[in-house]
């Protein structure tokens, strides 16, 4: 179902794009999600692919059929008699270049328990993990995606596993038919890969006497989070590894949440990686509206719109829509970043109607205030951009639809496009959701039940719960929606040498990496903090490994990252914009002023 965002909203794990999956089964759907096998596919896939090879012999893999009927409803949970902790172990090798990597994938459950040996969920999750070659122990990095709502296997089959689904990304060439391929860029020479389904996506479900919806909360779903981690560690003996932390989109605001619960609890953190984030919901006017339906969320509207404008003139010089072109992605996001701050004041005047006229909502506030074709026309010079692209952005209609008259632009990446006749988005409004859903969802039906060797016959796996996000609880921290910088700073604080690293898409249209570094730079005024921050930006949407040139410097990053290498390119604390002038310290949680629904 796709959800109206002026209703709610989907601070990613990419609940849009996993709409119409329907039922898959676990075999299907999990096999697919991590790729491979050497059988019958689909003819475009099997024309494609670059299966990965066996590295052992045959015997030495252990297939596993779990015939427990786990449910993903609000209401269930299995009783803990049907708990158990069966994987399957399949072993395949890697190559990419003169490099060749034996490694072995580990698909079932584990059970996450509170600290008095309690059972909360019985977790699932797919592990890549290869053989230490210096004698120390590999790093071991926990992935999930957000939604909330959302399974890990956005991650699994687009990112770091090793095989990807290959999409021409921004383009549909070929599309739906888009390869399933051995992943160059994959990370199973750097660290081993954990990607976990928080409970109620996947096959993970609570235990009796919780339910589903137990944990269908941002603090509810840290502590389970925490607990499947920490039963990992101890049972694959892992205390002495290095520990990360990778989350993408509301996998962000869960991972500072996340990194503070762990610190305290003793697990300490080598690293967290932040993809796409949305630290602070509070910040993004938009989504604070949508989530809470009130006014009390246009408290920082101008930040917002100002925020989202860098991300917006990427998209449009894109399509050329920016005079003189730009020299560089990076040399034009200063230049909009300049412009927007020189700008803040007059752009207050327009941001809660522009905010309201994003989520559908034009004349929440009366009528609706615009600037003026002189007004326009005065930014030109300043920004670079046509009138166009202004009044497009400056328009009682969400952008996604005014930057090309008679076109629609993807909000996950604005520089994926369809013109407004295209049948397909009648089902879909957001062509960066139809460049990939039936293609993944392809991939996922085909695949190979022999790559991971587990199956579940009574169970349906499930990419996204529709039903989670509209039970969410976003409250955190005494407020209605996360501010996670005051957790980010609590973790630093309890681990000064936590590495973080913020990975972000100069065309992701839902969330725009200067909000991200208008957040971050909230740490700057913390005396005496010394963080070891380093913030990135590449090409791309909010998938941001989807496009080939992306994907390559974000795996040559995360190389620099794992070796506590600083990375060439990367803004640090120090360098990052200043904090705008109305955001809390990092210390302080953002308050919304309560207010009535409207």
């Given at each position: 179902?796709?959800?109206?965002?002026?209703?709610?909203?989907?601070?990613?794990?990419?609940?849009?794009?996993?709409?119409?999956?329907?039922?898959?089964?676990?075999?299907?759907?999990?096999?697919?999600?991590?790729?491979?096998?050497?059988?019958?596919?689909?003819?475009?896939?099997?024309?494609?692919?670059?299966?990965?090879?066996?590295?052992?012999?045959?015997?030495?893999?252990?297939?596993?059929?779990?015939?427990?009927?786990?449910?993903?409803?609000?209401?269930?949970?299995?009783?803990?008699?049907?708990?158990?902790?069966?994987?399957?172990?399949?072993?395949?090798?890697?190559?990419?270049?003169?490099?060749?990597?034996?490694?072995?994938?580990?698909?079932?459950?584990?059970?996450?328990?509170?600290?008095?040996?309690?059972?909360?969920?019985?977790?699932?999750?797919?592990?890549?993990?290869?053989?230490?070659?210096?004698?120390?122990?590999?790093?071991?990095?926990?992935?999930?995606?957000?939604?909330?709502?959302?399974?890990?296997?956005?991650?699994?089959?687009?990112?770091?596993?090793?095989?990807?689904?290959?999409?021409?990304?921004?383009?549909?060439?070929?599309?739906?038919?888009?390869?399933?391929?051995?992943?160059?860029?994959?990370?199973?020479?750097?660290?081993?890969?954990?990607?976990?389904?928080?409970?109620?996506?996947?096959?993970?479900?609570?235990?009796?006497?919780?339910?589903?919806?137990?944990?269908?909360?941002?603090?509810?779903?840290?502590?389970?989070?925490?607990?499947?981690?920490?039963?990992?560690?101890?049972?694959?003996?892992?205390?002495?590894?290095?520990?990360?932390?990778?989350?993408?989109?509301?996998?962000?605001?869960?991972?500072?949440?996340?990194?503070?619960?762990?610190?305290?609890?003793?697990v300490p953190l080598t690293g967290i990686v932040l993809q796409s984030a949305i630290l602070n919901y509070f910040a993004d006017a938009?989504?604070?509206?949508?989530?809470?339906?009130?006014?009390?969320?246009?408290?920082?509207?101008?930040?917002?719109?100002?925020?989202?404008?860098?991300?917006?003139?990427?998209?449009?010089?894109?399509?050329?829509?920016?005079?003189?072109?730009?020299?560089?992605?990076?040399?034009?996001?200063?230049?909009?970043?300049?412009?927007?701050?020189?700008?803040?004041?007059?752009?207050?005047?327009?941001?809660?109607?522009?905010?309201?006229?994003?989520i559908g909502d034009p004349n929440g506030l009366g009528s609706p205030r615009l600037p003026s074709r002189s007004t326009l026309q005065?930014?030109?010079?300043?920004?670079?951009?046509?009138?166009?692209?202004?009044?497009?952005?400056?328009?009682?209609?969400?952008?996604?639809?005014?930057?090309?008259?008679?076109?629609?632009?993807?909000?996950?990446?604005?520089?994926?496009?369809?013109?407004?006749?295209?049948?397909?988005?009648?089902?879909?409004?957001?062509?960066?959701?139809?460049?990939?859903?039936?293609?993944?969802?392809?991939?996922?039906?085909?695949?190979?039940?022999?790559?991971?060797?587990?199956?579940?016959?009574?169970?349906?796996?499930?990419?996204?719960?529709?039903?989670?996000?509209?039970?969410?609880?976003?409250?955190?921290?005494?407020?209605?929606?996360?501010?996670?910088?005051?957790?980010?700073?609590?973790?630093?604080?309890?681990?000064?040498?936590?590495?973080?690293?913020?990975?972000?898409?100069?065309?992701?249209?839902?969330?725009?990496?200067?909000?991200?570094?208008?957040?971050?730079?909230?740490?700057?005024?913390?005396?005496?903090?010394?963080?070891?921050?380093?913030?990135?930006?590449?090409?791309?949407?909010?998938?941001?490994?989807?496009?080939?040139?992306?994907?390559?410097?974000?795996?040559?990053?995360?190389?620099?990252?794992?070796?506590?290498?600083?990375?060439?390119?990367?803004?640090?604390?120090?360098?990052?914009?200043?904090?705008?002038?109305?955001?809390?310290?990092?210390?302080?949680?953002?308050?919304?002023?309560?207010?009535?629904?409207?």
């Open positions: 179902m796709k959800t109206n965002r002026s209703k709610i909203a989907h601070p990613r794990g990419l609940p849009g794009r996993l709409a119409g999956f329907g039922a898959l089964t676990f075999g299907a759907l999990l096999l697919a999600a991590c790729g491979g096998g050497n059988g019958a596919a689909s003819s475009a896939t099997a024309a494609n692919a670059q299966q990965p090879s066996r590295a052992k012999a045959a015997d030495a893999n252990q297939p596993y059929t779990d015939q427990v009927a786990y449910s993903m409803n609000a209401g269930d949970s299995l009783d803990p008699s049907q708990v158990n902790e069966g994987a399957a172990v399949m072993h395949y090798q890697w190559s990419a270049g003169s490099t060749t990597v034996n490694y072995t994938t580990t698909t079932g459950h584990l059970t996450a328990s509170d600290a008095n040996g309690n059972p909360e969920a019985s977790m699932s999750y797919v592990a890549y993990t290869a053989p230490s070659t210096n004698g120390k122990p590999r790093p071991v990095t926990f992935f999930y995606n957000g939604g909330p709502g959302s399974s890990s296997v956005w991650l699994r089959l687009g990112s770091f596993a090793p095989t990807r689904v290959a999409t021409p990304d921004p383009l549909l060439t070929n599309w739906p038919n888009f390869p399933l391929v051995n992943n160059a860029q994959s990370l199973i020479a750097t660290t081993d890969m954990v990607f976990i389904d928080p409970p109620g996506t996947g096959l993970s479900e609570a235990v009796s006497p919780n339910t589903n919806q137990s944990f269908w909360g941002c603090d509810q779903d840290v502590t389970v989070m925490r607990d499947f981690i920490r039963r990992y560690i101890a049972a694959n003996n892992l205390s002495g590894s290095p520990l990360y932390l990778y989350g993408e989109s509301y996998g962000t605001p869960r991972t500072d949440m996340l990194a503070l619960s762990l610190e305290t609890a003793g938009t989504e604070a509206v949508a989530v809470t339906q009130s006014t009390s969320g246009l408290a920082l509207a101008t930040d917002t719109l100002s925020g989202y404008f860098p991300g917006y003139a990427e998209v449009a010089a894109y399509f050329n829509q920016v005079s003189p072109a730009p020299a560089s992605q990076a040399q034009y996001a200063q230049q909009m970043e300049n412009f927007v701050t020189a700008k803040y004041n007059s752009f207050g005047a327009y941001s809660q109607s522009w905010t309201l006229s994003q005065s930014w030109e010079s300043g920004s670079s951009l046509t009138y166009q692209a202004l009044k497009g952005y400056f328009s009682t209609t969400p952008f996604q639809t005014t930057l090309l008259p008679g076109t629609t632009i993807g909000r996950y990446d604005g520089r994926v496009s369809l013109p407004n006749s295209d049948s397909r988005l009648q089902n879909d409004g957001d062509p960066s959701d139809i460049l990939i859903s039936q293609p993944f969802t392809t991939t996922l039906q085909t695949q190979l039940p022999d790559y991971l060797g587990y199956s579940a016959p009574n169970a349906t796996y499930t990419p996204l719960n529709d039903s989670i996000i509209g039970s969410w609880d976003f409250s955190h921290a005494g407020q209605a929606l996360p501010d996670t910088i005051p957790d980010l700073l609590g973790a630093l604080q309890l681990n000064p040498s936590l590495k973080v690293l913020s990975i972000n898409g100069y065309h992701d249209l839902a969330t725009p990496f200067f909000n991200t570094e208008k957040q971050l730079a909230r740490l700057q005024t913390v005396q005496n903090l010394n963080a070891n921050l380093q913030v990135t930006s590449y090409q791309g949407g909010h998938m941001v490994y989807l496009d080939d040139t992306a994907r390559a410097q974000v795996k040559s990053d995360l190389d620099n990252y794992f070796a506590g290498t600083p990375i060439p390119t990367a803004l640090t604390l120090s360098t990052l914009p200043a904090a705008w002038a109305d955001e809390s310290p990092a210390g302080t949680p953002t308050v919304m002023a309560q207010a009535s629904k409207r």
